[in-house]
């Protein structure tokens, strides 16, 4: 076949090119029929959006105090539309700064989690026998190990460091990704497809990859949408335990501490974030909801 | 028929699989003979058609034949290497050469990948140098020569009917030029409108590919129609292979026998004259096989030296094999009562 026809042959191949829906696309059109999962959709949106450009809005820094307005209540005339905390900081800044260290602790301690348990579950599950008894103890054995005292003995160690909060949550949540991935694969690797792909020629790397994980993918999704919420619960419990972040900066979690000392004199410092760590949580978990039942094969009626 | 070199010479193969036992600190093993003692050749561009009931070691076989599972002896010799001693590596790349295609139609695509994707996974394994473009090109001609379009090549294989995958299928184990293909069951679950189709394209991709095919059924009709030789399995072992004509118009074992009497003949009349022997009884658990000839316990013919005796392969005038004791008189037996049946030719998947 010459050069000009191979060429006519694949643009006329191009052209008439039927796109089928795959199975992922069929699951967000499910998706986007759920309102509550549409409305989390959009609320995470406006979430992520404030968070980012909301402190550029804001007239005052979440650090340095209005020296004129303690623990004043919200009011838009004095340009704190939370109002200030007892320092004379603008709650509102603080608020939108803490949402960024949030969210980021969530996803970037997720997606940690979700790399190391993804191919740590993958290959358990894959190879079977005594690799799999081996790795799975051995995640037995840290799942053993109390939470707290992990985290407050790398916080003397190490000292208090933002980074240590993502490794900390990190190294303790890659845990249950891995086992939820090692069952989905122990079901997967009997699969006709899996073996289809061995009589090709496929290596077992390529067919972990290839095969294995963009089909755990689905549950590991929802999986994902649920773990990022209790993230930042996690964080918030170790902020309101003072083991999160450091002043000046700051979390929703750190915040409502703040919030809860001055509950009797300055309500709005604990409503403010406190709410708005309740809306994404439920946000979150709506969302998760809606992927599961989206995702789940068994609801294709 | 077909007398050059065979390209696949499967010597005493066998299979075993270890079963736990229960027991809660020493746990105890039994074996399975899936799949004993097994031998047999295939020639360049023959069919040789495997029968059994379920159960009876043919997709152990299938499996073992492609290294997916790993026999316990005997030798399988492909151009000159024995493939039960390659390691995995090597082993991997023989694939290329010897091909499967599956029972499920659907369940052995994977349910995230097109088409497109599916087809392309052998050459983007094992010529990896290949451009996007030649890979697109041969993907499409081969979905052509399967009659499949090739505009469905962005689609996912649950848009597919059963016999659509199993096309898909047929194509994957051929787009690398494969010269062995082993077909498990390929047209069991499909409809036998379909499995007509499925057939016929397998037998022209046959031809016109010159591959040798290795095709097992539990359908009698179906491989009769796409066989060159047949070899009837039991228990893991062979009972017998001849050539097709042979083993429909004359069998020599008793199990073969009763085989073919067991199938239906399309016309009510000639059916309920036709005396029925049926085989009675369940084959028996291939954890404690029989002693001696394994279709003993519901072979209608079988004396006491059948308990005591493993009946060898023996190898016939005509190049046909038998393994019973008692083959040679009961075939005299056999031929001075009525043919075993004027088998009906154009029974299931003629075209």
Redesign the interface.
């Known amino acids: 076949m010459n050069e000009a026809t ?1 060429d006519a ?2 643009q006329a ?1 191009d052209m ?9 696309v069929d699951a967000w059109h499910r998706l986007l029929k759920n309102k509550a999962a549409v409305a989390s959709l959009v609320i995470l949106g406006l979430m992520v959006l404030m968070v980012s450009v909301g402190p550029m809005l804001s007239q005052w820094d979440h650090e340095i105090p209005d020296w004129d307005n303690y623990s004043i209540p919200p009011s838009l005339e004095t340009g704190h539309p939370f109002g200030t905390d007892a320092l004379g900081r603008d709650l509102f800044a603080r608020t939108m700064v803490g949402g960024r260290i949030s969210l980021l602790v969530g996803v970037v301690a997720t997606l940690v989690s979700l790399v190391i348990g993804i191919s740590y579950g993958a290959i358990a599950g894959y190879f079977g026998g005594r690799i799999d008894n081996l790795m799975m103890r051995f995640v037995d054995a840290i799942y053993a190990m109390p939470f707290m005292f992990f985290v407050i003995v790398l916080m003397v160690v190490f000292g208090r460091n933002i980074f240590l909060i993502f490794v900390a949550i990190g190294a303790i949540n890659w845990l249950d990704m891995a086992r939820i991935v090692r069952g989905q694969t122990l079901s997967l690797k009997n ?3 899996v ?9 077992e790397m ?1 067919i972990i990859r ?2 294995i994980i ?2 755990l993918l689905g549950v590991v999704i929802v999986y994902v949408t649920l773990t990022i919420p209790q993230v930042i619960l996690v964080e918030s419990f170790l902020s309101f335990l003072g083991l999160g972040v450091q002043e000046p900066l700051t979390s929703w979690g750190a915040l409502v501490n703040e919030g809860a000392q001055e509950l009797e004199t300055a309500p709005w410092s604990l409503l403010f974030p406190a709410g708005f760590l309740a809306v994404t949580l439920f946000a979150f978990n709506f969302l998760g909801d809606g992927l599961r039942d989206a995702l789940d094969p068994k609801d294709r009626l | 028929m077909n007398r050059r070199a065979p390209v696949l010479q499967v010597q005493d193969l066998s299979v075993r699989f270890r079963v736990a036992m229960g027991g809660v600190f020493r746990r105890s093993y039994q074996e399975v003979r899936a799949v004993d003692q097994v031998s047999f050749d295939v020639y360049p561009a023959e069919t040789l058609g495997i029968v059994g009931e379920s159960g009876c070691g043919k997709s152990t076989l299938a499996r073992a034949i492609l290294g997916l599972v790993r026999p316990r002896s005997g030798t399988i010799l492909w151009e000159g290497d024995d493939l039960v001693q390659l390691d995995e590596e090597s082993l991997r790349l023989k694939r290329r050469e010897i091909q499967l295609i599956f029972q499920d139609p659907s369940g052995s695509l994977d349910p995230r990948m097109t088409v497109g994707d599916i087809v392309a996974e052998p050459l983007r394994i094992f010529y990896p140098s290949m451009s996007r473009l030649q890979v697109r090109e041969r993907v499409a001609g081969m979905m052509k020569m399967v009659g499949l379009s090739p505009d469905q090549i962005n689609r996912y294989p649950h848009e597919f009917s059963g016999g659509q995958c199993q096309r898909i299928g047929i194509a994957r184990a051929l787009v690398v030029n494969p010269r062995l293909v082993v077909c498990d069951e390929p047209v069991s679950a499909l409809d036998v409108s379909i499995q007509a189709q499925i057939i016929n394209l397998l037998n022209d991709l046959q031809k016109k590919l010159r591959l040798s095919l290795i095709f097992i059924a539990h359908d009698l009709s179906v491989v009769r129609h796409v066989s060159d030789r047949v070899m009837v399995m039991y228990l893991g072992r062979v009972m017998e292979v001849a050539d097709r004509d042979s083993i429909y118009l004359q069998p020599r074992h008793p199990y073969t026998r009763a085989l073919i009497e067991s199938v239906p003949i399309p016309d009510p009349v000639r059916e309920r004259a036709r005396a029925r022997r049926a085989l009675k009884g369940d084959i028996p658990s291939p954890l404690s096989p029989p002693s001696g000839c394994v279709f003993r316990t519901r072979c209608p013919y079988a004396i006491p030296a059948c308990a005591e005796r493993v009946p060898e392969l023996e190898t016939l005038d005509g190049g046909n094999q038998v393994a019973c004791l008692r083959h040679a008189e009961l075939v005299e037996q056999w031929d001075s009562a009525a043919p075993v049946d004027d088998w009906p030719a154009t029974h299931g998947a003629e075209d």
């Open positions: 191979r042959f694949t191949l008439r090119v039927i796109r089928g829906r795959s199975l992922y699969k006709d497809f073996e289809a792909a061995r009589a090709c020629g496929g290596t390529q290839r095969h963009p089909n």
